[in-house]
């Protein structure tokens, strides 16, 4: 689906047996994309797998309950794999749930297609520990397996006990409450800023710790992400190019211009007083080229 997250372009660059077939959402409708027509993209395009990540990198947007049931019978009956790449899945903004998975709506884990992909990098805030796992078919773990452990000798033991504690139901619940009234804050903070700022938002986001900004509407000389992108980082702020996230496996566009040209992703990652300041430089970017337009 486009747009997602930067990697998937290596990722789907690297495995020359596929032929990736991009999935286009429109901005209009908030990124949605309903089951039906998740069946009709599977039968139409005689599609194998779907890759995704949920929630979305960039745009937040979070697929969930009934809806997420529905994708999953959809993979089920027409025998589609459905992966997931769930590492913001405990940053959730939408609904009730603290924590949404697609496991919750998984029969047999043995014959459903879904693969899902997590890890501690995220969720639980442990990048340097590069703990990761997957769910999955056991034919899937074990192939998986194989090839890990051909490929860089497999996780690191030490590590993978030390994190059986973090994961543990009762202190992943805890980390995420915490981590839901932090974010939580910061993510008002960045959403309100941004705006009063002149950056629109097609939707505001509904997981993730990132706001998928919309430019159209500042001065010309700062309105696509890498005239933008240059200004702010005059000014020690990044912000990533939306057309970074505007997946592009093969390169088939040739140059031509990206849909996602006016957006840029925001972080609200980073602390309170960090963001503060950071909407503070960002409105001095947009100052100076209002007043030089």
């Not at 014959?111 to 590069?130: A, E, F, M, Q, S």
């Not at 899937?140 to 139901?169: T, Y």
């Not at 159209?216 to 702010?232: K, Q, V």
């Not at 040739?254 to 602390?271: A, E, K, L, Q, Y």
Request: glycine share 8%; aromatic share 10%; with cysteine.
């Amino acid at each position: 689906f486009l747009p997602d997250y930067t990697a998937y372009t290596e990722l789907l660059d690297v495995f020359r047996h596929f032929s990736p077939t991009p999935v286009l959402l429109d901005p209009e409708r908030g990124y949605a994309f309903t089951a039906e027509e998740l069946r009709r993209e599977i039968l139409g395009r005689g599609l194998g797998a779907i890759l995704m990540s949920n929630p979305c990198n960039p745009t937040g947007k979070l697929v969930t309950g009934d809806e997420m049931s529905a994708w999953v019978e959809a993979a089920r009956d027409l025998d589609c794999s459905l992966i997931l790449d769930e590492f913001y899945s405990h940053y959730i903004w939408k609904g009730d749930e603290d924590i949404i998975s697609a496991a919750s709506h998984i029969e047999d884990v043995e014959t459903d297609p879904v693969v899902i992909v997590d890890g501690l990098t995220k969720n639980w805030r442990y990048p340097g520990w590069r703990v990761t796992w997957i769910l999955g078919p056991r034919r899937v773990i074990d192939a998986v397996s194989s090839a890990g452990s051909f490929l860089d000798g497999g996780g690191s033991a030490p590590m993978q006990r030390a994190a059986l504690e973090l994961i543990s139901a009762d202190h992943a619940r805890k980390e995420t409450a915490a981590l839901r009234r932090c974010f939580g804050e910061k993510r008002r903070l960045m959403i309100d800023g941004l705006r009063a700022l002149g950056v629109k938002f097609d939707v505001e986001p509904e997981g993730t710790f990132y706001a998928w900004g919309d430019l159209s509407d500042l001065p010309p000389s700062i309105n696509d992400g890498s005239t933008f992108f240059r200004a702010a980082l005059e000014e020690k702020v990044i912000v990533v190019p939306g057309e970074f996230f505007d997946v592009d496996p093969g390169q088939r566009r040739h140059g031509r211009p990206s849909r996602f040209r006016h957006h840029v992703r925001f972080s609200f990652g980073p602390d309170r007083e960090n963001l503060e300041e950071a909407l503070r430089r960002l409105g001095r970017v947009i100052e100076r080229a209002r007043g030089q337009s």
